[in-house]
């Protein structure tokens, strides 16, 4: 039987488009769950907490600060895009922020990452940019764009 660490490998493996080297190693997940600030949280097909035996779809890995939290990844399966999964886990995000106390919720990606759409959508908001920040896969530069969503009460 796998365990969630498993899972959360299995989703990013399938998730993340190698050449742009934005995975996670196991040892990274690993670590960074090691520290009591640091929360994950899967989800299946039908965007419910799956049974222990069962296959993840999709992840989100967050890590908290006072006040704040930060979505350092998150992963639908490809063959699970398109059904809702993300936005579901998006909501999660922003309710078990709510739950510790957060005011904002911030995150990172590349610019041309398709993902930009869903952000948006869910209330993300472009606050600031790191210009060449990743590299693509021809060995040119493309910025990060940060995104901010302010918790409401």
Do not use: C
Not at 76 to 97: E, F, I, Y
Request: proline content about 6%.
């Amino acid at each position: 039987m796998k365990d969630d660490l498993d899972r959360i490998m299995d989703v990013m493996a399938a998730a993340f488009a190698p050449e742009w080297g934005e995975a996670w190693t196991r040892r990274q997940v690993s670590d960074s769950l090691a520290f009591p600030h640091t929360h994950y949280r899967l989800i299946d097909v039908y965007g419910a907490i799956p049974a222990s035996a069962d296959p993840a779809a999709g992840f989100t890995l967050v890590r908290s600060a006072p006040g704040e939290e930060e979505l350092l990844l998150i992963a639908v399966a490809p063959q699970w895009r398109g059904h809702g999964l993300g936005g579901a886990l998006l909501a999660d995000v922003v309710r078990q922020a709510r739950t510790r106390n957060a005011e904002r919720i911030f995150l990172e990606m590349r610019e041309n990452n398709s993902a930009r759409l869903l952000y948006e959508r869910h209330g993300f908001e472009p606050i600031g940019r790191r210009p060449a920040y990743y590299r693509k896969p021809d060995g040119s530069r493309i910025d990060a764009i940060t995104f901010g969503y302010t918790i409401a009460d």
